[in-house]
């Protein structure tokens, strides 16, 4: 259903914002802060504490209140005092840390960790940093300026000590950041002034931090040789590629009920054989404990060391709101900086070497080449069989996303590992296409700085008779996503009537793609013909959504059905594509069942994508391999066409 504008009753302390169709959410994903080396130059930003607490996101309605960790666990029961302070608001979603605060008045995570050992919460403070929603209102559109300034005029006539706001600051961050490094807090964050709420991790929203400091899953601990009992160090680890792998050691000081409570817990986790790939060496001191990998600690430290280890320790705290599956690396996007890049040696995948494996591919996500090639290592038995001998046009970004970008459809001079060309005869007169059908392929084209993946509606050895039609709706910006899907599904409808089966894959930045498979029977032209007129069609009768006229002028407030994707030497990104744009997104192919799940046409990450596709159950595009359809003479009736 569309949303509409309208005014609110509050007058000029609510803001028109668009009108939420059904009811709150009942859990909103929080956004997620990309760490930076330093502050950017340019741009409206606005700053705040890090706190050092527990990520807490409140849900109040007229029967009940929630306090949401990250994760979507419900802590309400866990903090009772302060889900009672939240029944004076009405019907809203915050965005908050909780937090205890120490005797210096400053947060103190102990101090919060403690509490929670202790069930005695009462002191646990909500710090309230941003509005998602307010009575019948999805504020997540609206620009975080708007949405704190909302938040601060509900907050201001709350008296319960329990519920504060976070105070934002307008000065010079780098000062901000002196200045909490001297209060021995954690950092600050940042984020843009105009920017909406977006789930997940965003470059909009930034993290600068006055030390080294991040989770770690304990994959085991070491005891003195010989002895049954106690504890020299935590052993570290953290995913990388789906793999747990070893980073090193922290010694934690715990005394009393704190190390007898580890000690029970570490005894029930106990297993024979090590859960990371690489573990390290025994030494004739020490005794190591393996454990199954499910307990998370914080750790800060000096630095990693080239080959990944970590240097110069310190224990902070065991974490309860992270569970361990997430925890990774913590990548630091280089912001106009000039830092050379890091050497670890040259990685080897499918015996291609990596050249410049930590060059920095998007700075607003931190990913290096490395990360790219892995991707595709691990995408490959998924993305193979949509590029199986199909033509191929690439996307290089040699230097990163921040670079020249190249769009190349040969090889030119430079061979690339495991590429194969198709015979000349396939296509006269120009040079000889690329073609990836294995993983090699895909490891040689991420080597060569390859970030997009763009293939042709046809495949060899007939690249005469196309056996797919896409259509890419490509909307006007200022739409929301939930027009989106309703133009995605209106498009279905006209297709099954001609009776037409279609899939739906994500386009990795604003735009759908919706794609129908064929018999290798129509000629270009009769394919390309087809798909304009069922896109002049679309335009006809919803005149006020849609548009079959190329041009931004053409598609205000409307979305463009492109069609031009259906002639010969046109392309389409891939499935499973990275996209060369900030946050390097995956176009995914979702099932028509699963579209009101989709919030945005870059909701995949290199991470989420792999995650998705190995924990799915079965495969969205199942019965595509086995369609068997054409385009009829009633078809091209029914869409105006004279045959």
């Not at 509050?10 to 997620?32: C, E, N, T, W, Y």
């Not at 930590?358 to 090639?373: F, Q």
């Amino acid at each position: 259903m569309a949303r509409r504008w309208r005014s609110s009753s509050a007058g000029r302390d609510r803001p028109k914002v668009l009108d939420a169709s059904g009811a709150m959410p009942s859990f909103i994903k929080p956004q997620l802060a990309t760490a930076v080396n330093q502050p950017p130059a340019r741009g409206d930003w606005s700053y705040e504490i890090k706190f050092d607490g527990y990520r807490m996101l409140a849900r109040k309605t007229d029967s009940s209140v929630q306090l949401f960790t990250r994760n979507g666990h419900d802590w309400g029961d866990r903090m009772p005092r302060l889900r009672d302070a939240l029944t004076v608001l009405p019907t809203v979603w915050l965005d908050a840390e909780a937090v205890v605060l120490g005797a210096n008045g400053q947060p103190d995570f102990n101090a919060l960790q403690n509490a929670f050992d202790r069930r005695s919460t009462s002191r646990i403070i909500l710090f309230a940093f941003d509005l998602l929603w307010l009575d019948d209102t999805d504020m997540r559109e609206q620009p975080l300026r708007e949405r704190r300034r909302v938040l601060a005029k509900l907050l201001q006539d709350v008296e319960n000590p329990l519920i504060r706001s976070s105070e934002s600051f307008d000065q010079d961050p780098r000062s901000l950041v002196a200045s909490a490094r001297e209060l021995k807090l954690e950092g600050i964050i940042g984020k843009k002034a105009n920017a909406p709420y977006r789930s997940g991790r965003s470059a909009d929203w930034i993290k600068l931090k006055c030390n080294q400091r991040q989770e770690f899953v304990v994959v085991g601990i070491t005891r003195e040789a010989g002895a049954k009992a106690g504890m020299m160090s935590l052993l570290l680890g953290l995913y990388e590629d789906g793999a747990l792998r070893y980073v090193g050691s922290a010694r934690p000081y715990l005394g009393g009920k704190a190390a007898t409570d580890f000690e029970k817990r570490a005894a029930a986790l106990i297993r024979a054989k090590p859960p990371v790939s690489n573990p390290p060496s025994r030494e004739p001191d020490r005794y190591i404990v393996w454990l199954q990998p499910v307990l998370v600690a914080e750790v800060s430290y000096l630095e990693r060391t080239p080959g990944g280890e970590l240097r110069g320790t310190s224990f902070v705290a065991f974490r309860e709101d992270k569970p361990a599956e997430s925890i990774t690396a913590e990548l630091v996007a280089q912001v106009g900086s000039e830092t050379p890049e890091v050497r670890r040696g040259a990685p080897v995948l499918k015996g291609i070497k990596i050249s410049h494996p930590d060059r920095v591919m998007d700075p607003s996500t931190g990913l290096t080449k490395i990360d790219v090639v892995r991707y595709y290592e691990a995408i490959a038995e998924w993305a193979l069989p949509h590029l199986h001998e199909r033509p191929l046009a690439v996307v290089r970004a040699p230097d990163g996303i921040i670079g020249e970008l190249f769009f190349q459809k040969h090889s030119e001079r430079a061979r690339i590992p495991g590429i194969t060309q198709l015979p000349a005869e396939l296509n006269p007169k120009h040079p000889p296409l690329l073609v990836a059908n294995t993983a090699e392929a895909l490891v040689g084209l991420a080597q060569m700085g390859v970030l997009e993946l763009h293939t042709w509606n046809a495949a060899a050895p007939d690249l005469e008779h196309p056996d797919r039609i896409i259509f890419d709706l490509d909307p006007d910006p200022s739409l929301p996503w939930s027009t989106m899907l309703e133009a995605a599904a209106l498009l279905r409808v006209v297709l099954d009537e001609l009776g037409l089966q279609s899939f739906p894959k994500t386009s990795g930045g604003k735009g759908f793609h919706v794609v129908v498979p064929l018999v290798r029977r129509h000629s270009w032209d009769e394919v390309k013909g087809f798909s304009q007129a069922v896109a002049q069609h679309m335009a006809r009768i919803v005149p006020e959504r849609f548009s079959a006229v190329l041009g931004p002028r053409n598609r205000v407030r409307k979305i463009f059905i492109d069609y031009l994707r259906n002639g010969r030497g046109a392309s389409t990104v891939a499935p499973f594509s990275a996209r060369a744009r900030p946050g390097l997104a995956m176009s995914m192919p979702v099932s028509w069942a699963e579209l009101a799940e989709v919030k945005r046409g870059d909701q995949w990450s290199m991470a989420a994508a792999i995650y998705h596709q190995r924990t799915y159950k079965g495969d969205p595009w199942e019965s595509y391999w086995d369609v068997r359809q054409t385009i009829t003479a009633a078809m091209r009736r029914s869409v105006g066409l004279a045959r």
